[in-house]
């Protein structure tokens, strides 16, 4: 098993910064990718930017140029920053992990965490 734990949410003005963190714990072994998603209420889970074990990240078209993923495999941890905030980022951001073994894949999901931005 595999625990993710989010934290860096919170109320920011349009245009401003957060840098969302997820640490993950336990069965730490074989993870390989490792995203963001993010849900509105009434829609569907987005998914925002992944990080895959070789290093190669991947963005969204809505937030590409403004946010950036990135990996700390001596924490487990994989960050969001993201700048040039705008209303419509407002979203629950949850972290996401794959861990591959040989003929299985499992995922894991975080709590979520809320990032609202507004004036």
């Known amino acids: 098993q595999v625990q993710l734990v989010e934290s860096g949410g919170g109320l920011v003005q349009p245009g401003g910064s957060l840098r969302l963190s997820c640490v993950a714990s336990?069965?730490?072994?074989?993870?390989?990718?490792m995203d963001w998603y993010r849900q509105v209420p009434g829609k569907q889970r987005e998914w925002v930017a992944g990080?895959?074990?070789?290093?190669?990240?991947n963005y969204s078209n809505s937030v590409k140029g403004r946010f950036t993923i990135s990996r700390d495999n001596t924490k487990n941890t994989v960050y969001l920053q993201m700048n040039s905030l705008k209303p419509e980022d407002t979203a629950v951001y949850y972290c996401h992990a794959i861990q591959k073994f040989s003929d299985v894949e499992y995922d894991y999901w975080g709590q979520g965490i809320q990032v609202t931005v507004s004036s």
């Open positions: 336990g069965s730490i072994f074989s993870i390989d990718t």
């Open positions: 990080h895959n074990s070789g290093g190669i990240t």
